[in-house]
C-alpha cells in the first residue's frame, strides 16, 4: 500500500488568533508555512476581544508607567525583564498592525497631536489602549486573516485539530526536541502527519474548563495539553481570570461586555440600585478585574441576587452608539438598551493566565517547539492579567519568536511514523463525551472558580482523576474525534489547573482560597512549576 503523503513545510503554526497570524505573516515572505486551525481560519479568542491593545503611545503615557502597572497587578509574580521586553515593543507592534491596514480608532493624544483614540481599562494609570471602536480584536484577525489567505508561502488546513505533538527523545548530544504533529481532518475523519523544522503552539487558552466562560468553544486548552504530554512544564496555572462583566441572559452565552464601559464612567449597581464597589477598593469599578469580579460573586452570594447591574445610561447615546456600537446593538438585540437602563451582568471565566513555560523568544523546554499568545507562561501577567496586555502579549512574542526563528537553521525532518488506528472502532456511546464534558465544567466552576477552599479543591482533583481514567480509555479504544480530543485536553488541563491550586498555599492576585485568605508575607513570591 502507498504510503500516505506527509505534509510538510519550513514552520508548521498551530492555531489563527492574533498570535498565529501574526507569526505566520512575519516569517512568510522567508520560510515556508503550514497554519492549521481546527475551526475556520477566523476564529478564536482574537475575534472576540473588545476592548483594545495596551501600548505606550500618548506623549503623557510612559514605558516606566506602563511597566509599574503591569508589575502591580501581577502581584509579585511577573517577571521584569519581560515585562519590559513587552512593554517597550508595545508601539513597534501597534505600528506594524497600522501598517498592515487595522483600522484603529483615530483620535487626539494629550498634547492636541492628532493620533488614535485611546481608552482606559482597569489598573492603568493611564490612557493607554488603542482599539477599534469596540470590536478590535474582529479588526486584528480579519485585517491579517486575509493577508495570509493572500499570502502564497502559507498553505492554511482550516477543521484540522492538532491531537499530539511528535518529539524524538534527547541521545547523545542531541537534545529532546519535536518535529511535528498528528493532525485530524476533521471532515474527513483522517489523522495526517505534519513534519517541520520548527513548531509553533498558538492555541489559545483554556477557559472553556469552566462551565461559565466569555471565550468561544475553541478555547480548550489543547496547546497547554500536548505540550504537556510532550515535555514541557506549565507555569502559574492557578491564576484564572473572570471576567467581572458578561451578560447575564439564557441565550447570550456569556456575552463579554467590555471593560471600557467602566472606564468611561459605568456603574455597578445591585437590584435596589445602590452602588457597591467603593466598600471593596478605593478605585471603585476601574479597581482591577480579580478585585471587581470578586466584590460582584460577594455581593451575589450575600444578597442571593442572580446578578448585578451596570448602568452607563448617564451618558448621551450619540457617545454610547459611537464608542460600544457592537455592545450596544447585541444587548439591544436581548432587549436591553444601554442608553437608557442598567444592563444585568454576572462574572465568567476569561483568561488562562498560566500555561507552557517559555523563554522571551517563546521557546519551550522542547528544542524546535514554541508557545505563543494565551497558551503560553511568559511571565508577563504573573498573578494576574492587566486588561488589553493580552493581545499585546501575541504581537510582542510572534514578533520575538519569529526572529529567533529566523536566525535557526534546524533540518526538515524526514518522514515520521503514521498514526495507528489500526485497533479502534467508531464510538456507540457518544453520550460519555458529552455527559464527561458537562461534569467537568461545572465541578470547575464549582470548585474551583472565583473564590477556593482546599476542601472544594480536593474534591475537585478525585473528580477530575475518574474522569481522566474514563476518557483515557474511551481514548484507546474509539476513533479521534474533535469532542473527544477537546474533553481530553480539557479533562488534562483541569488537572494541572487543580494540582496547582492545591499547592498555592495563600491568597495571591486571581488566585483566592478562604483557607490561606492572606499573601504569605514569610516568603517571597514563587511560581507554581510543575514538570511532567
Ligand atoms: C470576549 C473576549 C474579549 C477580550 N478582550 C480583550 C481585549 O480587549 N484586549 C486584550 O488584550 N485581550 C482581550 N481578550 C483576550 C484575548 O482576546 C486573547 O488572550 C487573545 O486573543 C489570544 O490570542 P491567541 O492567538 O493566543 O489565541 P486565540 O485567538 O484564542 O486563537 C487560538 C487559535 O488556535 C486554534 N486552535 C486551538 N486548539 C487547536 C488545535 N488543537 N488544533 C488546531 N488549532 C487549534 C483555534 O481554532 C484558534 O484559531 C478577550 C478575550 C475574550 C474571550
Known sequence: MPRPVQQHSDVLVIGSGAAGLS?????????????????????????????????????????????????????????????????????????????????????????????????REGGHSHRRIIHAADATGQA?????????????NIRIFERHNALDLITAHASDNVPHRCLGAYVLDRDSGHVGVFRARQI???????????????????????????????????????????????????????????????????????????????????????????????????????????????????????????????VYERCLAFGHDLSRESIPVVPAAHYTCGGLVTNIHG??????????????????????????????????????????????????????????????????????????????RRFMWDYVGIVRTTKRLQRAKNRVDLLQREIQEYYGNFRVTSDLLELRNLAQVAELIIRSALLRRESRGLHYTLDYPEADATSAALHTVLTP
Open 363 to 440: 521557546g519551550t523546554d522542547v528544542e524546535g517547539l514554541y508557545a505563543i499568545g494565551e497558551v503560553a507562561s511568559t511571565g508577563l501577567h504573573g498573578a494576574n492579567r492587566m486588561a488589553s496586555n493580552s493581545l499585546l502579549e501575541c504581537l510582542v512574542f510572534a514578533k520575538s519568536a519569529s526572529e529567533h526563528i529566523r536566525d535557526q537553521h534546524r533540518p526538515l525532518p524526514g518522514p515520521l511514523p503514521e498514526w495507528d488506528e489500526s485497533r479502534v472502532t467508531d464510538s456507540d456511546e457518544e453520550v460519555v463525551v458529552s455527559h464527561n464534558w458537562d461534569e467537568l
Open 140 to 152: 486584528v484577525e480579519t485585517t491579517l486573516g486575509e493577508q495570509v489567505r493572500r499570502h502564497s
Open 200 to 326: 509553533v503552539l498558538a492555541t489559545g487558552g483554556a477557559s472553556k474548563v469552566y462551565l461559565y466562560t466569555s471565550n468561544p468553544d475553541s478555547a480548550s486548552g489543547d496547546g497547554i495539553a500536548m505540550g504537556w504530554r510532550a515535555g514541557c512544564r506549565v507555569a502559574d496555572l492557578e491564576f484564572n481570570q473572570f471576567h467581572p462583566t458578561c451578560l447575564y441572559h439564557p441565550k447570550a452565552k456569556s456575552f463579554l461586555i467590555t471593560e471600557a464601559i467602566r472606564g468611561e464612567g459605568g456603574q455597578l449597581r445591585l437590584a435596589d440600585g445602590h452602588r457597591f464597589m467603593d466598600r471593596f477598593d478605593p478605585r471603585g469599578e476601574l479597581a482591577p478585574r480579580d478585585i471587581v469580579a470578586r466584590a460582584i460573586d460577594h455581593e451575589m452570594k450575600r444578597t442571593g441576587a442572580d446578578c448585578v447591574y451596570l448602568d452607563i445610561s448617564h451618558k448621551p447615546i450619540s457617545f454610547i452608539k459611537a464608542h460600544f456600537p457592537t
Open 23 to 119: 507569526l505566520a505573516l512575519r516569517l512568510a515572505d522567508t520560510h515556508s508555512i503550514s497554519l492549521i486551525s481546527k475551526g475556520p481560519l477566523l476564529d478564536g479568542c482574537t475575534l472576540w476581544a473588545q476592548g483594545g491593545i495596551a501600548a505606550v503611545l500618548d506623549p503623557a503615557d510612559s514605558v516606566c508607567a506602563h511597566i509599574k502597572d503591569t508589575l502591580d497587578a501581577g502581584a509579585g509574580l511577573c517577571n521584569s525583564d519581560v515585562v519590559r521586553h513587552v512593554v517597550e515593543q508595545s508601539a513597534a507592534c501597534i505600528h506594524w498592525l497600522i501598517a498592515r491596514g487595522v483600522p484603529f480608532t483615530s483620535g487626539q493624544y494629550s498634547d492636541g497631536r492628532d493620533g488614535y483614540h485611546l481608552t
